[in-house]
């Protein structure tokens, strides 16, 4: 109880239920039944289906870059540009910016007319980093230090924040994180006006430990840790870890004082003796919910398939709109749907909505849109016996950001020249 308290006291959230706080009206209970006001105001209606369409390509391809919505606007940063990347070809200071290669640079779509701006570059290259926004600032959390190279961390502590408060953008590094993470996949979310960061690869301050792989530098933890932006020097405090398995790429967004979990990825390295990792890859179908008051995880409901690598993006106060990624990969804990994996693993194009009042999921009516790979690699992909792409090539690691009734899935791990895209896809929500 005093380390609940402590959190709340420092966090700003009030220790007495009905008191204000500063992450949003309380939450009275945690069971089912129990809805906020809020959502209850929200009213009784759903979305009927999501219609895809495709935007306006990003400056330069990339995949698993932190990004995020201030306004009416995405802002995205670092992870991999490739120099040679096709089909089109790169221009003026874009092209100097592409094959730079030191990964730390950054735009700003306006998502009224569609134009982009090409932001200050970040002061480090960065791979796999998490991205957030509170209120007009931007939040990178590093993920993979690649540039300079005196300064590699695969899992780095380091936090970023770009703001105009000196009135033009600027970057300005912040305490960092008590465990550094590697973290391919959404891993963290906001809370009023508290970061929470969640799982991921660590390998605990020891940056010239060798990688288990280029994506695997360390073991995965299911720690999670909090930052109250309004007051920067208190640091970053620790919170419940989440039930089960650790684990990376799972799906993570909050409404309210709630913080949601779908799925994920982790290795099974006890079974590991030498050789690829890609056998002992494990998904995971669970689904659980942490309340920042009660400082307690639920579990909910499992996920319909176990997918890693999707991204999750709240509407209204009481959905929670989740695709993307890759399904199918076996599952080791007790999970309700044992019986739907199916041998193979293959792109996940549904479009899955989480009704938090309700606690259920529904699938709706239309698909992703699958990445279409070049011609040459097409039936070299249908043959392909340990991955089904009859369907279309994944979009894997790709970011989502929501702006109103409309979403932004921006990049992501593709079968291209160099597996990525700078393709931008654009849902928009239809309600009953």
Not at 305 to 314: I, K, L, S
Not at 367 to 373: E, I
Request: glycine share 10%; with cysteine.
């Amino acid at each position: 109880m005093d380390n609940r308290r402590q959190f709340l006291k420092k966090t700003g959230l009030a220790v007495a239920t009905g008191m204000s706080s500063s992450l949003g009206a309380p939450i009275a209970s945690l069971s089912k039944a129990g809805a906020t006001s809020q959502r209850q105001a929200s009213g009784d209606f759903e979305i009927r289906d999501i219609t895809w369409k495709m935007g306006s390509p990003m400056p330069w391809p990339t995949k698993g870059q932190a990004q995020a919505a201030i306004g009416d606007a995405i802002l995205a940063a670092g992870s991999p540009g490739y120099p040679g990347w096709v089909p089109k070809a790169p221009q003026g200071r874009l092209n100097q910016l592409r094959d730079r290669g030191n990964h730390n640079s950054a735009w700003r779509l306006d998502t009224r007319t569609m134009k982009y701006e090409i932001l200050p570059e970040l002061p480090v290259g960065i791979k796999w980093p998490q991205g957030v926004s509170v209120g007009a600032d931007f939040y990178v959390l590093t993920g993979w230090v690649i540039w300079p190279k005196d300064q590699n961390d695969p899992s780095s502590n380091r936090m970023f924040r770009l703001s105009k408060r000196s009135g033009s953008w600027r970057w300005k590094e912040l305490p960092g994180l008590d465990i550094g993470r590697f973290s391919p996949g959404r891993g963290a979310t906001v809370v009023g006006s508290t970061i929470v960061v969640l799982g991921g690869q660590a390998s605990f301050g020891q940056p010239r430990r060798p990688p288990f792989s280029g994506d695997h530098p360390g073991v995965y933890v299911n720690a999670v840790e909090a930052f109250d932006t309004a007051s920067p020097e208190s640091g970053w405090t620790h919170l419940p870890p989440f039930p089960s398995r650790a684990r990376t790429s799972m799906a993570t967004t909050a409404i309210g004082q709630n913080i949601y979990l779908f799925g994920g990825i982790y290795i099974n390295y006890a079974e590991h003796d030498s050789g690829p990792l890609g056998p002992y890859i494990r998904g995971c179908g669970d689904a659980y919910v942490f309340n920042l008051e009660t400082q307690q995880w639920r579990r909910l409901p499992d996920v319909p398939r176990p997918v890693y690598g999707w991204d999750a993006a709240p509407y209204k106060d009481r959905y929670i709109i989740i695709t993307g990624g890759i399904k199918d990969y076996p599952v080791e804990h007790p999970y309700q749907y044992q019986d739907r994996i199916a041998e193979v693993r293959s792109p996940n194009f549904d479009v899955l909505v989480f009704d938090t009042l309700k606690e259920t999921y529904r699938v709706l009516p239309s698909q992703l849109p699958s990445y279409q790979a070049p011609a040459e690699r097409r039936q070299q992909l249908l043959e392909n016996k340990g991955f089904d792409f009859s369907k279309g090539v994944y979009r894997l690691s790709a970011e989502l950001s929501r702006v109103g009734n409309k979403l932004y899935l921006c990049g992501g791990e593709v079968v291209s020249a160099h597996n990525v895209t700078d393709e931008v896809v654009i849902g928009t929500i239809q309600e009953r």
